[in-house]
DNA sequence: GAATGATATGATACAACATATCATTTTAAA
DNA sequence: TTTAAAATGATATGTTGTATCATATCATTC
C-alpha cells in the first residue's frame, strides 16, 4: 500500500474512533494534499480538485474542510504563507507535542522538524524572561529545501 | 525628549544618511506604529492615520510608505498576522542581527527579542539534519504578555 | 526661476484569502 | 419513514494585498 493510502486509511479509523466522519469530500481534499506533497491555499486545492476529480467543490467547502481536517490533526495551516499541509505523522501512533515547519519558499515543499525539547525550552526561556507566555510553539522557518538549493 | 520623538529623530538622521527621505507622510506613518504601541494591519492604519492626522491616506500609499519603511528597517512586518510593527531598535546604533517576535495575541503588542546565539545554532542544526536550509531566521511566536496572562 | 527628470503619492481596479448566512442535501437514528 | 443533525452548496461580502496609470512634489541644471 502506498505512503499516500496507508495515510488515508489511518485518518479514517483515526475519525472513526473520534466519533466522527471522514467523507468523501473530505477524503478527497485530504487526499489531494498528501497526493500534491507540498502546501497549498485553499483557492490552489479548488483548482487541484476539479482538476483531479472533475468536479468543482466552492471554497467555502474547502475552507470548511479544512477546518475539520485541522481539528481532527491531520492537517496543519501555516499562517505565514496562508497555506495548508496535511500533517506528516498521520500514520505514526503517538501523539506528537510540538510541530515546527520547514517552508520551502521556492517549491513549497514542507518539512515536520522535532526541535530538540532543551532547544525548546531555552527558547521558551527566552520568552519567560521577556516577560511574555508561549501560547503555541508552532514554529515556521522560511527555508530552502535540499533540491531547491 | 519622549521615547517617540527620539525614535522619529533617529529614523530621519538614518534616512539622511541612507540617501532617502523621510517625508512627513512616511513619518506620520511611522509615528503611527510608534505611538500604537501594538502591530497594526495596513487597513487599521488607514483608519488611525485618518483618525489621528485628519486626512485620508489610500491603502495604497500605507502599503508603499510600509514597504519603504521595512527596506530602511524602521518597521517590520508579521507574517503569521499580517500586521506591522515599529522597529524596537530604531534608537540602537548596533544593527541588529537577528530578530524573534513575541505576538501577545490578545492585545497585539509585540516584543522583538534576542534569542540566545547558541538557541538558534541549535535550531540551525536541526534544520540542516533535516536537509533544509534556513534561509530568513525571523520567528513570530504566539505569546500573551504580561497583562493579559 | 523655468524646464526637466526623479521620486512620491493618489486613484482605480482587481486578485487572493477568508467568513457570514441561508438553502439544500445527505446521513443517522427514532 | 419521519425527523433531527450533520455536511455541503450558493451567494454575498469582508480583509489583505498588488498592478497600473495619473498626478503632485522635489531637486537639479540651464
Same mark, same amino acid.
Given at each position: =500500500?502506498?505512503? +499516500?493510502?496507508? %495515510?488515508?486509511? &489511518?485518518? *479514517?479509523?483515526?475519525?472513526?474512533?473520534?466519533?466522527?466522519?471522514?467523507?468523501?469530500?473530505?477524503?478527497?481534499?485530504?487526499? #489531494?494534499?498528501?497526493?500534491?506533497?507540498? $502546501? @497549498? %491555499?485553499?483557492?490552489?486545492? +479548488?483548482?487541484?480538485?476539479?482538476?483531479?476529480?472533475?468536479?468543482? =467543490?466552492?471554497? @467555502? %467547502?474547502?475552507?470548511? /474542510?479544512?477546518?475539520?481536517? &485541522?481539528?481532527?490533526?491531520? +492537517?496543519?495551516?501555516?499562517? #505565514?504563507?496562508?497555506?495548508?499541509?496535511?500533517? #506528516?505523522?498521520?500514520? !505514526? *501512533?503517538? *501523539?506528537?507535542? /510540538?510541530?515546527?515547519?520547514?517552508?520551502?519558499?521556492?517549491?513549497? #515543499?514542507?518539512?515536520?522538524?522535532?526541535?530538540?525539547? %532543551?532547544?525548546?525550552? $531555552?527558547?521558551?526561556?527566552? /520568552?519567560?524572561? $521577556?516577560?511574555?507566555?508561549? +501560547?503555541?510553539?508552532?514554529?515556521?522557518?522560511?527555508?530552502? !529545501?535540499?533540491?531547491?538549493?
Amino acid at each position: =500500500m502506498s505512503n +499516500v493510502q496507508a %495515510s488515508i486509511k &489511518q485518518a *479514517d479509523q483515526h475519525c472513526r474512533e473520534h466519533g466522527v466522519r471522514l467523507t468523501d469530500k473530505r477524503k478527497q481534499v485530504l487526499l #489531494s494534499l498528501l497526493q500534491s506533497e507540498k $502546501a @497549498m %491555499s485553499a483557492y490552489e486545492l +479548488v483548482d487541484y480538485y476539479k482538476a483531479e476529480f472533475g468536479e468543482s =467543490m466552492p471554497p @467555502m %467547502s474547502v475552507y470548511r /474542510i479544512l477546518d475539520f481536517l &485541522q481539528e481532527e490533526h491531520l +492537517v496543519h495551516k501555516l499562517n #505565514s504563507t496562508n497555506k495548508y499541509v496535511s500533517c #506528516s505523522h498521520i500514520t !505514526c *501512533d503517538h *501523539d506528537h507535542e /510540538i510541530t515546527q515547519f520547514l517552508i520551502c519558499g521556492e517549491c513549497q #515543499s514542507v518539512k515536520e522538524i522535532n526541535i530538540n525539547k %532543551s532547544t525548546i525550552e $531555552a527558547l521558551q526561556n527566552n /520568552i519567560e524572561e $521577556a516577560g511574555f507566555h508561549l +501560547v503555541s510553539p508552532q514554529l515556521e522557518m522560511n527555508c530552502l !529545501c535540499e533540491n531547491c538549493i
